[in-house]
């Protein structure tokens, strides 16, 4: 028997707790991996308090994301003592995740974790990070240079906001931060981030046009957030757009699309293939600076998880919560 968060739901009840349950109880999955390091990410909350259905089938252990060592493998690319991280893939939704001491999964879902980075440094980046690194790679694609002007990037003292700035400082942006929080500036600042924008700016009625003031944006928010964010952008400028922290709606115009001849780039983290996947985790192994990003970082023990849950629907998280299941594993 061993640790874990389960979610479970009685006629219209759904509840979370910490028990035990044992490894007969795993679903199935040709990879066994004893997990170091989980994280406590949005969707994560979500699932946890009910807020949202995210979860699909019960009962269910939450956590999208883990990073940990190769205990049993029938799959080819894997064996016993390998490191790996998984990410997505509907982990933590219809597929038992993270928040245990193990999993078993499909090899197919895994990355080798490269070498420069370490199991709990995997999950300082998790899939915040691997996902905002998604977000810069479709800026570069687009043709986003630091010559063109500034990058904003919404949710900024957020997981994906955090490392996204420290992503795009590092490759030479200037990073605009948008948050609505004054409090967390020297934080921002120093992830790199050279202005400081309060999301009101982005709140209200969205205008068709605004003046042109950003070349591209990392946006988390969605809405009329995004909406305005679009109005905003310069001529020939992506949006990358990975969350809907404020809503699904998306209550824009056309007009920057056909005046201004911008692009929403959707970023998906969940069912990204598995090349692109590695090609992510490559570039954040030689581009993010792992000592930087310890400032993101906090840790929360895993009795701990279900408490710390609604803080982030209450916009009380900054940068990246990581949970040590196992952390002596390395």
């Known amino acids: 028997m061993f640790d874990a968060i389960l979610i479970e739901k009685t006629d219209d009840t759904q509840s979370a707790s910490q028990t035990q349950v044992s490894p007969e ?35 269910m252990v939450p956590g999208i994301d883990f990073s940990g060592i190769v205990r049993e493998s029938e799959h080819p690319d894997y064996k016993p003592g390998d490191k790996v991280v998984l990410n997505g893939w509907g982990v933590g939704e219809t597929h038992w995740g993270g928040l245990a001491r193990q999993a078993r999964v ?34 570069a694609r687009n043709g986003v240079t630091p010559d063109q002007g500034e990058i904003a990037v919404t949710g900024a003292a957020g997981g994906v906001g955090s490392v996204a700035i420290a992503l795009l400082a590092a490759r030479g942006y200037t990073v605009s931060a948008v948050t609505g ?15 400081i924008v309060d999301r009101a700016e982005l709140a209200g009625k969205p ?15 969605g809405s009329t957030p995004l909406a305005n964010l679009l109005s905003m952008i310069r001529y020939g400028g992506t949006v990358a757009a990975c969350g809907l922290a404020a809503g699904m709606d998306l209550p824009a115009s056309v007009a920057p699309f056909i005046l201004r001849g911008i692009t929403l780039a959707g970023v998906d983290s969940v069912m990204c293939p598995q090349q692109t996947r590695r090609e992510a985790w490559r570039l954040l192994e030689a ?39 196992a952390p002596e594993l390395g």
């Open 106 to 139: 499909k090899g197919d879902w895994l990355v080798p974790l490269p070498e420069g980075i370490s199991l709990r440094q995997a999950m300082v980046i998790g899939t915040a990070g691997y996902t905002a690194m998604l977000c810069v790679m479709a800026l």
């Open 181 to 195: 929080r004054a409090d967390e500036a020297e934080y921002l600042k120093g992830l790199g981030a050279t202005n």
């Open 25 to 59: 109880q795993l679903p199935e999955g040709d990879v066994l991996v004893e997990i170091a390091y989980s994280t406590l990410n949005y969707k994560d909350a979500l699932a946890i308090t009910g807020k949202a259905p995210v979860v699909r089938s019960f009962p």
């Open 207 to 221: 205008r068709p046009l605004n003046k042109e003031r950003w070349a591209g944006a990392v946006d988390v928010a």
């Open 287 to 325: 581009e993010l600076d792992l000592d930087r990003l310890e400032a993101m970082a906090v840790e929360v023990p895993m009795e701990k998880v279900i408490e710390t849950a609604p803080k982030f629907l209450d916009g009380q998280i900054r940068g990246r919560v990581i949970v040590p299941v």
